[in-house]
Every structure is written in structure tokens, then in C-alpha cells.
């Protein structure tokens, strides 16, 4: 049997005065998966999120939110929960008291503290929580718009940048926590700039430029849309490495990365066949492999491509 999906879009358009923020956009959101939504400053990311979670209505196309259709009046549809361009936090409360006033507002009665509780601890922020919020960092702020987001228990989890300001361990906790909820089946629409984000954690993408859909569908197969990617290549004999390279058919040399003048690694291109050769050749040539690796992971070459960016050899994407 089919599953409800957790949001479907459909031709959605919406606009600012004649700004065109969102133009006929599609989307598709399955329970259980996590869906990233991606792409550069402006793209219309927000604007979709805020469309999901209700802030704000389309000027034009249909949207179902799990199961049912989104009409004209701005309402949070029921099972939704999120926030789109920071938590809305009240900083002189402590967090605890945040969760209480809003676990109140969204009419969480019963089993109110057991609630806030476990939403602390799924945070990661029971030891701070009778800390003002004022003294929060921006990371712990984005742990407690999560935690506020789960209160209700929803299936359709709306999060834009949630490893905005999180550290190493901050970003771990919270990747672990939404594999949880997906596991439970909660289906969650983020919005990243994070190349990271997307590897470990969604399993569809959308890929958003100018308010249009310019890729839609799994991760892996963005990945596969990388073409040709840049390698840095490092040896025993960058000298000899370099006139190997420079006579391997379809290889082209792009000098050492230009952060590191006095490198001793080599920026190359070429089809993945050709680099196969190259390191052959160097092998022959009794140079040692050192190190080989794409500058940017296949995901942000993609990314790079579709968006009309330009990979840098540097590194610096
Ligand atoms: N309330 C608004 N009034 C007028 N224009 C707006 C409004 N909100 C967004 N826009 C415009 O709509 C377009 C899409 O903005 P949106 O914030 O959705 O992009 P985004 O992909 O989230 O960008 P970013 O990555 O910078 O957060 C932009 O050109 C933006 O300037």
C-alpha cells in the first residue's frame, strides 16, 4: 500500500511585489526520509519552508501537508512543526520555561513537564536548562528551536539551517537525533548549506536557483552529476609526478593550489579513466602515491554545476 506522502507541492508560486520568489516549484517529501532542500542565497528555500510550516500562503499551485490540502488561511497544519529563519526564543526565560510557554501556546497539557523533559534531553540541554537563554550560544539556540519543534510530537519536522552555529559534537547530536526521528518515521524537510548535512543525513534532495526546481531526486544521484572533478595529487617526486602528468592524455595540470604556493601537491582534471593511467604511469615511473583525492566532494562539484558556481582548484568552494 502506498504511503501518505508527508508534503506534496505542485506548480507552488509565490511572489514579493514582482519578485518571483518560488516559480512553479514541486515537491515531493516521503515519511520516514529526510528531505534537504539546497541551493544558493535567495533561492527561495525559506520561502518554501515557511509555506510548509504555514507562516505563509502560495500565490499559486497545490500543497498537501500529510494528506491533507493546504488552503487559504495561515495556519500550522496539524503534525507540523519547525521553525524557518531562527528560533523564535524568549531570551530573559530560562530554556525550560521556553518549552513550558510553549508547550502552553500550542495547548500541551497533559504530561506537560514529562514533555518538556524529554524534549530537553532529545536536545541535548538538560544540564542547561534553567540557564536564561540570553546566555546561550547560537548552536545551544538552535538545540532549543529543535526541542521546541518537538514538543508536539510531529510528523513533518520543518528546519532551516540546523546546524547553523553548531560545533563538531553539536552537529553530531543533532544528526543523530533527526536519524532517530526518521527512524520513528518523522519525516523532515531541512534547508543547508552544508554539503555534510546532505551526505549523512537526507536521502532526497531538491536543489532550489532562483526560486526553480534545477534537481530533484536521491542524493546519490547528485552525486553521480558531479562530471569531471578536480584531484590534488601528492608523490615522492613532485617534479617528475608533474612531467608524468602533463604528458598523460587528457589530464590538464592546474599548478599547485594557490592558498599553497610552495605545495608540493598537485592540482589536476581529467576523466576518471585518464587519472587512472596517470597513477599507472607514476607507479611505472617508481613515484610514490602519496595522496589522491577530489579537491571538492562529488556532492559540492554537483552542487557547484547545477547552481552555475565555479569549483575553485583551491579547494576554497
Ligand atoms: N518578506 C519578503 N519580502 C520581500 N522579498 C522577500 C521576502 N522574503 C524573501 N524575499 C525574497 O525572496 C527571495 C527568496 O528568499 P528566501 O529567503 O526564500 O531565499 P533563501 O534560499 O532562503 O536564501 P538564504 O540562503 O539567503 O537564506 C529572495 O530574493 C528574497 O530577497
Partial sequence: ????????????????????AL?????????????????????????????????ATADAGTLEILGRPVGR????????????????????LTARQNLTAVASLRGIRSGRPHHVDTALEQAGLTDVA???????????????????????RPHLLILDEPSNGLDPDGTRHVHRLINELTDAGVAVVLSSHRMDDLASLC???????????????PVEKLAAESGE????????????????AASTPHIRLHGPARDRP???????????RSVDVLVARLADAGVALRGLAPVITPLEAAFLALTGGQADPDGAA
Fill in 1 to 20: 500500500m502506498k504511503r501518505t506522502p508527508a508534503a506534496r507541492a505542485r506548480g507552488i508560486s509565490k511572489y514579493y511585489g514582482n519578485l518571483v
Fill in 262 to 272: 610552495h605545495s608540493e601537491a598537485l592540482v589536476l582534471s581529467g576523466p576518471v
Fill in 23 to 55: 516559480d512553479g516549484v514541486d515537491l515531493d517529501v516521503e515519511p520516514g526520509q529526510v528531505h534537504g532542500l539546497v541551493g544558493p542565497n535567495g533561492a527561495g528555500k525559506t520561502t518554501l519552508l515557511g509555506l510548509l510550516l504555514g507562516v
Fill in 130 to 152: 534553567d540557564v536564561r537563554v540570553r546566555g546561550y550560544s547560537l548552536g545551544m539556540r538552535q538545540r532549543l528551536g529543535l526541542a521546541a519543534a518537538l514538543l508536539t
Fill in 203 to 217: 536521502a532526497e534532495v531538491t536543489i532550489l536557483v532562483t526560486g526553480r526546481v534545477v534537481f530533484a531526486g
Fill in 73 to 92: 488561511p495561515l495556519a500550522i497544519a496539524d503534525g507540523v512543526a519547525g521553525f524557518v529563519d531562527g528560533p523564535g526564543l524568549y531570551p530573559s
Fill in 229 to 244: 572533478l578536480d584531484y590534488r595529487l601528492q608523490t615522492s617526486d613532485p617534479v617528475r609526478a608533474r612531467a608524468i
